[in-house]
């Protein structure tokens, strides 16, 4: 396992700005902190109690049963510094998948539930890494609880049964749900059978996101994103992932030979995608059109999430990764976030992701290195890592994990190859 770090604010700054030249203004936000305790026991894997408290599924065999599992597929950055990293990520997927393909969020008892949009992420990791059986599980889960509307709900019990609470739907679910069908039928020898495979839900979540934006007349109605909160102001957090929905509809109706359908898509997506660049592109991509300060979902405006972004769109992209650094080194949710001193690692491995994705190697390097430098004792990345450097919260988290293993996927491209790390 790679030696684990704590850094300093002061040795974030530095490296931030050795391999970003636009972070030479960086700012690290001082605060009042406080300490997300680390909510997973170190034995998370083989406790039967915390197993079974969430669903999940059991194995007689225990690591062995794992091992073969990791022999069934790939493992990114063999020979890199990240290969341990990757493989306990792709373990603790592994671990936290129920039988019947849902995903539990975390390994603790307020995450043992399915979000559609972790395990969106989650499904597209274990295709990439050749786990093509458990992405499509999982996918079918998804189609199993959707919406008679096309919709998703914030989260699910594993079982499927329905929903823990009364939260209000989350509309991203139906964009993120998209993007994953797009992405396990990309990385399939045979995109067509995949695509024809879950056609009933790319045909209701397309429908739901037309419906949601006029067929791109309007932008979509306000909804809770991945902060968690209720909104009555349309967030970047809802409009983006509807947006990439759009497209990966297109392209899988390509795949059917469905024309008009295929149009259909295309024509709303691009008539969304001008009026996002309307609403949030004056003010720089915000959380709202016009305040919040920058914030994650910016993320979702670049690849792989969408092909070409714009100059605007990198800029506040990379103003995030200032605006929104932590005593810790890692990033919060916005820049609009309480400033409590914590980083959050999901929105810490999306830029992870999206540096890679976006031809950018050493940016991809530094936050892979935070993350790797920040896992628990065991080797999971947890939710959160407090400002003194210590995780918090649930360990592993599955948004991380499979956002770390899809970043490193992307390293492994040839000609992608990142510098040396520097010493913190």
């Not at 970047?236 to 469905?258: K, T, V, Y």
């Not at 896992?375 to 947890?382: E, I, N």
Request: glycine share 8%; net charge negative.
């Amino acid at each position: 396992m790679a030696r684990r770090t704590r850094w300093t604010a002061a040795a974030a700054v530095v490296a931030v700005a050795a391999v970003a030249p636009w972070a030479a203004n960086v700012r690290v936000v001082t605060t009042s902190t406080v300490h997300a305790d680390l909510l997973t026991a170190a034995t998370w894997s083989s406790t039967a109690e915390v197993r079974d408290e969430a669903g999940l599924s059991s194995d007689e065999a225990g690591m062995s049963s794992d091992e073969a599992w990791l022999e069934t597929g790939t493992i990114p950055g063999a020979g890199t510094r990240w290969a341990d990293l990757v493989r306990d990520a792709l373990l603790d997927l592994h671990r936290l998948t129920a039988a019947n393909g849902a995903v539990a969020a975390g390994a603790a008892e307020r995450w043992g539930y399915t979000w559609p949009r972790d395990g969106a992420f989650v499904a597209v990791a274990l295709a990439t890494t050749g786990h093509t059986a458990d992405a499509e599980r999982l996918l079918d889960f998804l189609g199993d609880v959707q919406d008679a509307d096309g919709g998703f709900q914030a989260r699910y019990v594993l079982s499927g049964d329905g929903t823990p609470d009364d939260r209000e739907p989350q509309s991203d679910g139906a964009g993120w749900v998209l993007w994953a069908v797009d992405q396990v039928a990309s990385a399939s020898p045979a995109p067509a059978a995949v695509a024809e495979r879950f056609r009933d839900l790319v045909d209701r979540a397309t429908g739901f996101v037309l419906d949601q934006v006029a067929d791109g007349a309007r932008l979509p109605p306000p909804s809770s994103d991945y902060w968690e909160r209720d909104e009555a102001t349309l967030t970047l957090g809802i409009a983006a992932p509807l947006l990439a929905g759009l497209r990966s509809s297109a392209r899988l109706f390509a795949e059917l030979d469905d024309v008009g359908a295929v149009v259909r898509s295309t024509v709303a997506a691009n008539r969304l995608e001008a009026r996002l660049v309307e609403a949030f592109g004056a003010d720089g991509y915000q959380r709202y059109p016009t305040w919040g300060g920058v914030d994650a979902a910016v993320c979702f405006l670049m690849p792989p999430f969408a092909a070409h972004p714009s100059a605007a769109v990198v800029a506040a992209w990379q103003r995030y990764q200032l605006d929104a650094i932590r005593p810790a080194g890692g990033l919060a949710p916005g820049a609009g976030w309480k400033n409590d001193g914590i980083s959050w690692t999901p929105e810490t491995a999306l830029v992870a992701l999206t540096a890679a994705s976006d031809g950018r190697p050493d940016v991809a390097a530094r936050w892979l290195d935070w993350l790797d430098a920040h896992r628990t004792a065991w080797g999971s990345l947890p939710e959160k890592v407090n400002a003194d450097g210590t995780p918090g919260g649930p360990a592993p988290l599955a948004w991380t994990a499979a956002s770390v293993v899809l970043a490193v996927a992307t390293l492994d491209a040839p000609g992608t190859t990142p510098s040396a790390p520097s010493e913190p």
